[in-house]
Structures are given as structure tokens and as C-alpha cells.
T-cell receptor
Framework: DARVTQTPRHKVTEMGQEVTMRCQPI?????VFWYRQTMMQGLELLAY????????DSGMPKDRFSAEMPDATLATLKIQPSEPRDSAVYFC????????????????FGEGSRLTVL | GQNIDQPTEMTATEGAIVQINCTYQ??????LFWYQQHAGEAPTFLSY????GLEEKGRFSSFLSRSKGYSYLLLKELQMKDSASYLC?????????FGTGTRLQVFP
């Protein structure tokens, strides 16, 4: 049963610490997305990759957030230094594009990483 | 700019029908998605519309009018397990931009 895997599931840290979240997309998917979800803002797109190339990270605070995809099986989202306002659930999602005329674009979400910054 | 609007909360009774509306104004459009998200869980795909009209899938149907920037999700024969948030999302090239979601509570 193919699924997107995220680690850690829960993370509690102190302000100023570095946080790294990891995601293993579904094998064969060529797009990977990072979203952040809060009660107030809903699901916000932070960054996304197609074929491992970063395409859009305009939703991400550049001074403290960075997203990378070192290989096709791993995507990372790093926050350094973390702040209390970063507390949220971070979701990774993967999908497959390029099949014109088909029902594509569906994203498969991981279980999320719940981050609490004290 | 991107703007996707949904009601924040709705309530309904078990066995009833409920319609959740979504209006959007986006710089690009390649389709509209509905996702379901139970509390504490990941969003899961429900439906996809790229052409105008109604798509039916079991108890769930989704409608799209591109000229009006409008979609709705129709849930029939409501069950208690349908209590969840329902997220409307617009695809712009590869990106899915989500609305803030509608929390639906189903009562016995």
C-alpha cells in the first residue's frame, strides 16, 4: 500500500532550535509539496518540487525556512531558527503530472508532522 | 492573486443532504478538487472537476461552473462518519491552492 511517509510525527522544541522534517514521497511520483496547516490559515503552500527541481517557494519565509530534495526518495523542510509562530502541522504531499487529458493532479498526503515551538 | 472562499462551519442531520459551496478567484485554473480531512488526520482526495458540470461518485457529487468561479460538494444520505472538514482546492499548473475548509458536523 503506497503512502507518503513523514518523520517525525510530533516534535516539541524550544525557540531558536533547528527543526528538520523529512518526507518520503510515493515511488514514481514526480511532484512533492510542503504545506503548513493552522486553525487560522488552513493549508498554506510553502514550497514544491517537480522532478526534484524547486519550482515555487514563494510561500516560505526565506530567512528561516529551507526546502530541499536531495534525491527522489527524500524531501526535507528545515527551520532554523524556529519560533513559536512556526507551531503548526506540516504536511508533505506527492503527485504525478504530465498525463494530459487524464484525471491527474490528485495529491496524496502524509500523516503530517506536528511541530510545537515553546 | 488567489482567493478561495468556503463557509467555516455547517451542521446537518444524519440521513440528510448537505451542499458545501466554494467560490474562487485565481490567476490560473487547471481544475478544482475537494478533499476530506478528519480531525488529526491527513486530507484525502474526494473529487476532481475540470469541465463544467456534475461529477457523481457514490454519495458524493461535485459541481463546477468555471464562468462563475463556483463549485459545490453535495453529500447525500449523511452518516456520522461524514463529520469532517471539507477542503476546496484550485489547481494552478501543478500547485493546489486550498481554501480554509468547511467543518461539517453531522448530528444523529
Amino acid at each position: 500500500d503506497a503512502r507518503v511517509t513523514q518523520t517525525p510525527r510530533h516534535k516539541v522544541t524550544e525557540m531558536g532550535q533547528e527543526v528538520t522534517m523529512r518526507c518520503q514521497p510515493i515511488l514514481g511520483h514526480n511532484t512533492v509539496f510542503w504545506y503548513r496547516q493552522t486553525m487560522m490559515q488552513g493549508l498554506e503552500l510553502l514550497a514544491y518540487f517537480r522532478n526534484r527541481a524547486p519550482l515555487d517557494d514563494s510561500g516560505m519565509p526565506k530567512d528561516r525556512f529551507s526546502a530541499e530534495m536531495p534525491d527522489a526518495t527524500l524531501a526535507t523542510l528545515k527551520i532554523q531558527p524556529s519560533e513559536p509562530r512556526d507551531s503548526a502541522v506540516y504536511f508533505c504531499a506527492s503527485g504525478r503530472t504530465g498525463e494530459i487529458g487524464r484525471n491527474t493532479g490528485e495529491l496524496f498526503f502524509g500523516e503530517g508532522s506536528r511541530l510545537t515551538v515553546l | 492573486g488567489q482567493n478561495i472562499d468556503q463557509p467555516t462551519e455547517m451542521t446537518a442531520t444524519e440521513g440528510a443532504i448537505v451542499q458545501i459551496n466554494c467560490t474562487y478567484q485565481t490567476s490560473g485554473f487547471n481544475g478544482l478538487f475537494w478533499y476530506q480531512q478528519h480531525a488529526g488526520e491527513a486530507p484525502t482526495f474526494l473529487s476532481y472537476n475540470v469541465l463544467d458540470g456534475l461529477e457523481e461518485k457514490g454519495r458524493f457529487s461535485s459541481f463546477l461552473s468555471r464562468s462563475k468561479g463556483y463549485s459545490y460538494l453535495l453529500l447525500k444520505e449523511l452518516q456520522m462518519k461524514d463529520s469532517a472538514s471539507y477542503l476546496c482546492a484550485v489547481r494552478n499548473t501543478d500547485k493546489l491552492i486550498f481554501g480554509t475548509g468547511t467543518r461539517l458536523q453531522v448530528f444523529p
